[in-house]
């Protein structure tokens, strides 16, 4: 998305826009950060048990 104030036609315009209520309120992105490496370790292991799954079921 384009920032309208750096166009031309608006560059007069003062930027006033706030922040979401949101991002007030959420100000510690922390243990979203640690739910993402969980998530991420986790999806890693079961595919790793899939792919071990599948490599031994296809050598009968």
């Known amino acids: 998305m384009e920032n309208k104030y ?4 608006n560059s007069d315009h003062k930027q006033e826009e706030k ?3 949101v991002a007030v309120e959420e100000k510690d992105d922390l243990p979203a950060g640690k739910n993402i490496k969980r998530t991420l370790i986790i999806a890693v292991c079961l595919l790793i048990v899939f792919y071990i799954i599948y490599y031994f079921m296809s050598e009968k």
């Open 19 to 21: 922040l979401p209520e």
């Open 6 to 9: 750096n166009t031309p036609e």
